[in-house]
């Protein structure tokens, strides 16, 4: 009788496991245990607290004081429009420009190994490093205007505007979207693009029929990345761009009211815009990809 | 095949012969093809057999283009085609891998080909889906592959090489995965395309039955290297050396010693275990030399009676479905197996008759 | 290989232009490199092809500004973050990549704010969190402030390179013995390596620059090369560019001896599915 | 005992019955003048202070920084060094103590020790710091007298800028003591309403400051990179800060041949930084501090700073002459010691506004100046 | 098979037996497997035959644990175990995909299982080349399974499971692409394995010959469900259904129409196309019933004289080695298939016997 009931407990204890199986709830989701742990545990407390004091406005008034504020001065409402414009442009151009480099990678030649190293680079210089650098070679009588002038083009003014800014940008960006796609593009199977070329598929034909829906994950995911570190463009912007004018973007006035004004329930909220702003980008994103395929890049035998 | 009304139109091919001259392929220092000579006339249906790891797959892949040479020419007709990009050389090509693109429908699968042909819409589609029935697969047509099982993706890898409708077909074991009865069914529906299409074919299988059933010409490989090349019924029954002959179902292989010289396709005299068999000599034997004794398990008959007569030791008796295969022993522990319908249980002691002119004798032995 | 070779050698119009335009971005990429290096070495620089002359004592002014201290300390620091980062990330990349379940968008969301967000709008908070239980000024607190923008970065990049992989592969390796865990050592981990790679550099790079998280929890024996440069570049009479440049020449040394430390073991490029016949 | 979140602190100094460390954390680049001063305090002081650590960063960070640990209540810094931006960033978020009136009787008399020019600032502190560097600042005006020579005056300078397109330009205010010490300095030299009062006051020096920026092409971020477009020859002409002047030709930056001038009627800024003492620091460390503070501020020490960069001490009193050989060659070499003596006795000396009304008026100038640059 | 000398000493088994109970499983709408009710007994080698994607793949991955029920049990004796993680269920697995590690050299691949199973390091290493040299890639042991041709791979796959001598071993068809020499040592070879291991073996094929000769038992699925289920012979000659009838080979089926009412087993008369045929009742039969006919093809002979005699027109005449098959048509245009060893020509007609015993008669078409 008792080892009746207990073997019913058992099994419809089994069964809800069952259930929740296949809803895809079983032991693996342990694994993001840590890692939500850690982010829970030291990110969640800063973060709320942020959102509370963005709800707290040193000057007093509504609680969303800081959100009108910030919608209502059209210089900083402003700041949402000079951070789009180059923030994804530059992480668009870094996995464009990437992109075509990583799929040379696959092939074995000599000096990959080198090519590779080389562009990955800048990942090694930190933005300040990239800033001095940029303000030594790309200066009205620097090597690259120099060049310019050696080989008799005009002269180009690289510095302290919108295209400074851009190129830090490139040059932090587009290393590491390399880095992943080259990672990605390892992945499929050779096979694959065999079987389209005995199906009549040229190289343009496999690269985007074949080679490119595959790669689509990857791709999202560099341009994720690449759209976040754009977004937090700070030290490029202040350093080599116009950070009053043409690269004034959000992160200048949160770090204004939370560098010299000390207001960081302003800075929370302006940090709260730009998550949101953010997040509707990425949020396009992701609803494209869902759409996509992401799977295995390779199927069959083997 | 003998067909009562050819329904064999004499299609027009775009070529007269592709011919591999002296194709090598070498991974690092192992040789997978070496020297290979091969020559696929138009409209030919040719099976490619070979023990597994013997270059088949390789020397596909080097024909469409696939793999580089390591050494030789690949012709068709006049022009050279080894140089030439895999999609300009139109061929077909059905991988032993299957790789069907993962990120496509099945229908976009079969598909593919047509279009990179350029092929309309409303075409691609009929012909998706015809090429789609043919494999039985119509059902499945919205699903990706991974959702397919492994015959299913198998039967996809054929349709799409089939929707392309290229000159030359290039099929890798399409079939090994199927059962028996599809296999037979896909086997009679390649055969009806390869004629009505006029489609050249090579054909890699390991199933012997398919390729005598299917080909015009068998070319057996041996490491890179073709050691017999004829119609079925040559092969089946004329093995050109004991390596040909294990390959076509001659599991008894043993060795003798011819007591005289002989001709090719005489009878020779050869002794062994205390017994003295005729045997048909393949190639030309010398007297005292060794022989390789070679004869099917099913041409080895039960009974008293008649020459070539020995007597067995039953040791194993398996189930074979309309007969059963025993294993036995001759006096001197060599082990003959045979095939029979009568009932035969272990440890009997059953006469039985090697037929003369199934039991042959090759000199020579090489390898 | 020789295959490789007839098709790199095939000038179309679209490799020209990709093989011209990384040649500009190498050309840009070296001489900024170069500039610097250059700069380090140089008595004054104004502008011009070449410095007016050489010296090394910004080295051993950079030296004495305590860098020998700080890359003791950034190198352990950032092996630490990056082990620890790829350790708890990998997996909950893998979990996020074959699981769907319910709350997934909450937690993928959790994952992605850490990484969207300045570190500035959280890192003072954090600090005080980590001076409150006691990590403060400490190494370990270093280590610990640095996990936070660093493992969503791990989980992100670990996603579509586990989506890549056929589910097969698993199903043998767990049919065969290998629990969870040594699925994701002995398995996933090898077939994972390109993307752990990028992963383990855009987490060094992180680590190596991130400069408010580190300065905030770090006292001088804890603080790492970043701060110190940037300390230096905080003076505000205007640390000579100089000075600057040969502090972050020590900088790009280590980073660069830590790339191609990690491009000898892994070659992004190596493909484990390659062509098969 | 620590408090936490700024409240009051009341803790009394009590003297260490062992020597300390102490950690000094510097966001306004005093140590390159005070360092051998806290140095020498170690080595004269062993019974206090057994080793010091020093930390540097920008002065927002440092604040940032003290704020984080006194949220925790664990705060390990003694001594707060800055100018009056961290200062400002300081008293707003309650992190450091007030040390006047209450601890006057541990500190020397600073009435006596400072002239007016230093008091105005000692009383901007509102008794949260004690002065350790002054100097009248600038602004005064860079130019290589090969190519061109200096405006003398406002005027003269917005005609030499639309004679010399893109050649001028100055460091935005927000980020830089040369452009904050220029935009300070020019409602005083235009004779604005309220020099005070950039919101309401300073009409001229807006539109004085808009028609300039027609012709500048943009504004460095930061006075290194002025000081760097200035030496390499993308511009011929910026205002800059005599210790700029001083660092920028000793390191090599700028051609020795570099010749600085003033405006006729030039208005110096003048400029201060301050010795704070965190909140929550231990009884101990507060006495050590307020000894050290008392160390500094000794005439023999004042003087020794001659050699470490500066042309005027923290207070006032000292000359050249009483500096050691080092100081007095330092000044001989870059001090400009025909033109600086002189200088910083001609025209008036105005202190800085207070450090609110700096925001606003960078706020002011990013809106109305910065976004217009080039345009 | 039945065995001179039994070897097969009373191995011991950790379990009696393994129970899937109305196991289901279903994606999405279609459904894999419906209620699939089997039990593999310790030491049992069952043979699990079925069309493509009739779910047999499905059925072991239920097993092994790989995909979730849908619904149902699996017992190991008194252990319900399907709630177990695949890496505690011990079972060895041959993939149909192979699913070979890409990264690890065939060596490592074999010697994975040992490890997970902490196996130290000599062992394992012995035990891997022992494997490794049942399948004959001894020589290939440090390449990686991208090297290897699809046939080595499949021997790798099937080295790797067989290494760590499980219990239970699932194999999908293991030996689908190696030629048919190899594919009867490893089947001999897998055969010795398992008795002298004791294994408990579940082996998908769709080799009707491989199934017959290995197997203690086979299961024919149909649709996810159990068809029939008995000892080769009996599968074989005694179908339970007109599908097991297709799937053994009886490739000729057709109706007739039966005279009277027969119990199982009985002879029944059934006529068609103005014939009488006596033909052998496998279920009930009655009278007036439309049933179906099914004869293998080589159980169709040729000649005259006795009962059931036809004529045929010949149509396609096939060569199969020993014999060839012959298509022929019958008065009112249905097909048979005969084979014989007699010369046939395309266009004759021939009188053949549909031999009464091995003519079946099913009564109650289903599906
Ligand atoms: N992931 C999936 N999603 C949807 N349908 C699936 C999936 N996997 C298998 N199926 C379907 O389930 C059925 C059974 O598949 P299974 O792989 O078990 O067949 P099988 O008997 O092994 O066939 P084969 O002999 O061709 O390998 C097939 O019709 C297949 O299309
Ligand atoms: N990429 C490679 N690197 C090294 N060796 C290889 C490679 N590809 C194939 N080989 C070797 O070349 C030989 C021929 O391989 P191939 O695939 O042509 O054999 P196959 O005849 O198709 O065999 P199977 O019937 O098993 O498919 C094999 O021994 C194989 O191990
Ligand atoms: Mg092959
Ligand atoms: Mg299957």
Same mark, same amino acid.
């Given at each position: 009788m008792t080892t009746g009931t207990l073997a019913g407990a058992e099994s419809r204890r089994r069964s809800w496991r069952a259930a929740l199986a296949e809803r895809g709830v079983d032991t693996v989701l342990l694994l993001l245990i840590p890692a939500v742990a850690v982010i829970a545990m030291l990110f969640l407390y800063p973060y709320v607290y942020g959102l509370m004091i963005s709800l707290q406005p040193l000057e007093g008034g509504s609680a969303f004081a800081n959100y009108e504020s910030f919608f209502s001065d059209p210089y900083l409402r402003e700041t949402i429009w000079y951070t789009l414009r180059l923030a994804l442009p530059a992480a668009v151009v870094s996995v464009a420009f990437a992109f075509p480099l990583a799929y040379r990678m696959r092939r074995a030649f000599r000096g990959r190994t080198l090519i590779i190293g080389l562009f990955v680079l800048p990942m090694t210089f930190g933005s300040v490093l990239l800033a001095a650098g940029m303000t030594q070679i790309f200066a009205p009588n620097g090597w690259i205007n120099l060049s310019l002038d050696a080989i008799g083009l005009p002269r180009g003014s690289f510095l302290y505007n919108y295209t400074g800014t851009f190129i830090a940008l490139l040059l932090s960006t587009v290393p590491f979207s390399f880095l992943l796609l080259v990672g990605m593009f390892a992945a499929v199977d050779r096979r694959i693009e065999d079987a389209a070329a005995t199906l009549g598929a040229g190289p343009a034909a496999r690269f985007w029929h074949v080679l490119f829906p595959l790669m689509v994950p990857g791709l999202m995911t560099a341009l994720t990345l690449a759209i976040v570190e754009a977004f937090a463009v700070f030290p490029s912007a202040v350093l080599i761009g116009q950070p009053d004018n043409a690269t004034h973007v959000m992160s200048i006035p949160l770090y204004q009211a939370a560098q010299q004004r000390f207001d960081y329930g302003n800075a929370s909220a302006i940090a709260v815009v730009m998550t949101v702003v953010e997040l509707v980008v990425l949020g396009v994103l992701f609803g494209i990809r869902s759409r996509l395929y992401a799977g295995p890049s390779a199927s069959g035998k083997g | 095949m003998r067909v009562a009304e050819s329904n064999l139109t004499a299609t027009t091919h775009s070529f007269r012969e592709l011919r591999l001259r002296g194709v090598s392929r070498s991974f690092g220092k192992a040789i997978a093809l070496k020297e290979l000579d091969l020559t696929l006339y138009a409209g030919e249906f040719v099976a490619l057999l070979g023990p597994s790891g013997c270059g088949k797959s390789t020397a596909l892949n080097c024909l469409a283009g696939l793999l580089p040479l390591t050494g030789g020419e690949i012709w068709k007709d006049e022009q050279r085609i080894d140089t030439l990009p895999p999609e300009r050389r139109g061929f077909g090509m059905v991988f032993q891998s299957y790789a069907l693109f993962p990120h496509l429908t099945i229908q976009r699968n079969v598909e593919f080909g047509l279009r990179m042909r350029g092929v309309r819409l409303v075409q691609r589609r009929s012909r998706a889906a015809e090429a789609l029935r043919t494999v039985k697969l119509a059902d499945h047509a919205h699903k990706r592959p991974a959702e397919l099982s492994g015959g299913q993706q198998q039967r996809v890898a054929i349709a799409r090489a089939l929707a392309i409708e290229p000159d030359i077909i290039l099929m890798d074991e399409p079939l090994s995965n199927l059962d028996a009865s599809l296999r037979v069914e896909l086997r009679t529906e390649i055969k009806r395309l390869h004629q009505s299409l006029g489609l050249s074919t090579l054909y890699v299988t390991h199933d012997q039955e398919e390729a005598l059933s299917l080909a015009d010409r068998v070319v057996i490989l041996r490491d890179g290297r073709v050691e017999q090349s004829g119609p079925p019924a040559t092969v089946y029954s004329r093995p050109a050396s004991p390596y040909v002959a294990a390959f076509m179902g001659y599991r008894n292989l043993f060795t003798a010693r011819a007591t005289a010289a002989a001709g090719p396709g005489d009878t020779v005299s050869v002794h062994r275990d205390g017994y003295v068999f005729q045997a048909t000599a393949v190639a030309g034997v010398q007297a005292g030399a060794e022989v390789t004794l070679a004869i099917r398990p099913d041409e080895v008959t039960v009974g008293e009676g008649g020459a070539n007569q020995i007597t067995l030791a039953t040791e194993v008796v398996e189930f074979m479905g309309r007969e059963i295969q025993v294993q036995g022993r001759m006096r001197d522990g060599q082990v003959l197996l045979l095939r029979t319908g009568s009932d035969v249980v272990p440890g009997d002691s059953v006469p039985v008759r090697l037929p003369r002119e199934r039991l042959l004798a090759f000199g020579q032995v090489d390898g | 290989m020789s295959r490789t070779i007839s098709r790199l050698g095939k000038l179309t119009f679209t490799s020209v232009i990709t093989w011209s335009a990384a040649a500009c971005f190498i050309l840009v990429l070296v001489s900024l490199f170069a500039s610097v290096v250059l700069e380090a070495f140089s008595t004054e620089w104004r502008g011009g092809w070449w410095p007016a002359g050489f010296t090394v004592d910004w080295f051993a002014e950079a030296w004495h500004a305590g860098v020998g201290d700080a890359l003791v300390t950034t190198v352990q620091a950032a092996v630490a973050v990056v082990v620890i980062a790829l350790s708890v990330g990998v997996p909950a990349g893998y979990a996020l990549a074959r699981r769907s379940f319910p709350g997934k968008s909450v937690v993928v969301l959790l994952l992605l704010l850490p990484v969207m967000l300045p570190p500035l709008t959280y890192a003072v908070q954090l600090t005080a969190l980590l001076y409150r239980i006691g990590l403060g000024g400490s190494l370990a607190g270093v280590i610990i402030a640095n996990l936070v923008p660093t493992v969503p970065l791990v989980v992100l990049i670990t996603i579509p390179f586990v989506q890549r992989i056929s589910p097969e592969i698993e199903n043998a390796a767990r049919v065969f013995g290998a629990n969870t865990f040594r699925l994701l050592v002995r398995v996933l981990a090898p077939l994972l390596r390109p993307g752990i790679f990028a992963a383990a550099m855009l987490v060094m790079v992180r680590m190596l620059g991130s400069f408010e998280l580190t300065f905030f929890v770090a006292n001088q024996q804890s603080q790492t090369l970043v701060v110190t440069l940037y300390g230096a570049a905080a003076d505000p009479a205007g640390p000579p560019p100089p000075l600057i440049a040969a502090m972050a020449v020590f900088y790009m040394g280590l980073a660069v001896v830590l790339l191609i430390a990690g491009l000898r073991y892994v070659n992004p490029a190596d493909a484990v599915t390659a062509r098969r016949i | 005992?620590?408090?936490?979140?700024?409240? @009051?602190?009341?803790? &009394?100094?009590?003297?260490? #019955?062992?020597?300390?460390?102490?950690?000094? +954390?510097?966001?306004? *680049?005093?140590?390159?003048?005070? %360092? =051998?001063?806290? @140095?020498?305090?170690? /080595?004269?002081?062993?019974? +206090?202070?057994?080793?010091?650590?020093?930390?540097?960063?920008? &002065?927002?960070?440092?604040?940032?920084?003290? %704020?984080?640990?006194? #949220? #925790?209540?664990?705060?390990?810094?003694?001594?707060?060094?800055?100018?009056?931006?961290?200062?400002? *960033? &300081?008293?707003?978020?309650?992190?450091? !103590?007030? =040390?006047?009136?209450?601890?006057?009787?541990? +500190?020397?008399?600073?009435?006596?020790?400072?002239?007016?020019?230093?008091?105005?600032?000692?009383?901007?502190?509102?008794?949260? *710091?004690?002065?350790?560097?002054?100097?009248?600042?600038?602004?005064? =005006? $860079?130019?290589?007298?090969?190519?061109?020579?200096?405006?003398?005056?406002?005027?003269? +300078?917005?005609?030499? $800028? /639309? #004679?010399?397109?893109? %050649?001028?330009?100055?460091?935005?205010?927000?980020?830089?003591?040369?452009? !904050?010490?220029?935009?300070?300095?020019?409602?005083?030299?235009?004779?604005?309403?309220?020099?005070?009062?950039?919101?309401?006051?300073?009409?001229?020096?807006?539109?004085? =400051? %808009?028609e300039l920026g027609r012709y500048v092409s943009s504004y460095p971020a930061s006075s290194t990179i002025l000081a760097k477009q200035f030496g390499d020859g993308s511009l011929g002409l910026i205002p800059t800060i005599v210790a700029h002047d001083v660092s920028n030709r000793q390191n090599g930056t700028w051609s020795p041949a570099t010749q600085v001038a003033l405006f006729d009627n030039q208005a110096w800024v003048a400029d201060a930084h301050y010795m704070m003492v965190p909140n929550g620091v231990s009884p101990q460390t507060l006495y050590v501090v307020l000894e050290l503070m008392k160390w500094v501020l000794r005439h023999d020490q004042q003087v020794l700073t001659y050699s470490q960069g500066v042309l005027t001490t923290a207070i006032a009193g000292t000359s050249v002459d009483q500096a050691d050989a080092a100081g007095k060659e330092f000044v001989a070499k870059w001090g400009r010691k025909d033109f600086y003596p002189a200088a910083f006795a001609n025209g008036v000396i105005k202190p800085p506004l207070a450090p609110s009304d700096q925001l606003k008026a960078f706020d002011m100038w990013s809106r109305e100046v910065g976004s217009r640059a080039g345009g």
């Open positions: - | - | - | 005992a620590p408090t936490r979140g700024g409240g @009051e602190d009341t803790t &009394a100094p009590e003297k260490p #019955a062992q020597p300390i460390t102490l950690t000094v +954390l510097d966001g306004g *680049g005093d140590l390159a003048t005070n %360092k =051998l001063l806290i @140095e020498n305090f170690v /080595k004269a002081r062993p019974e +206090l202070v057994a080793s010091v650590r020093y930390e540097t960063a920008s &002065a927002p960070d440092t604040v940032g920084k003290l %704020k984080a640990q006194q #949220a #925790a209540g664990a705060v390990d810094i003694g001594l707060l060094l800055g100018g009056t931006d961290v200062l400002g *960033g &300081a008293i707003e978020q309650k992190i450091v !103590r007030q =040390l006047l009136p209450s601890l006057s009787a541990h +500190l020397p008399d600073l009435n006596s020790l400072q002239d007016d020019g230093r008091r105005q600032l000692q009383t901007m502190a509102q008794g949260y *710091g004690v002065e350790c560097v002054y100097t009248p600042s600038g602004p005064v =005006l $860079a130019f290589d007298p090969a190519k061109t020579s200096a405006p003398r005056t406002p005027q003269a +300078l917005l005609e030499w $800028a /639309k #004679a010399n397109p893109g %050649k001028f330009s100055y460091a935005q205010p927000a980020n830089s003591g040369s452009g !904050r010490t220029f935009l300070m300095s020019l409602p005083y030299l235009l004779g604005d309403s309220n020099p005070a009062d950039p919101v309401g006051g300073w009409a001229k020096t807006w539109a004085y =400051l %808009k």
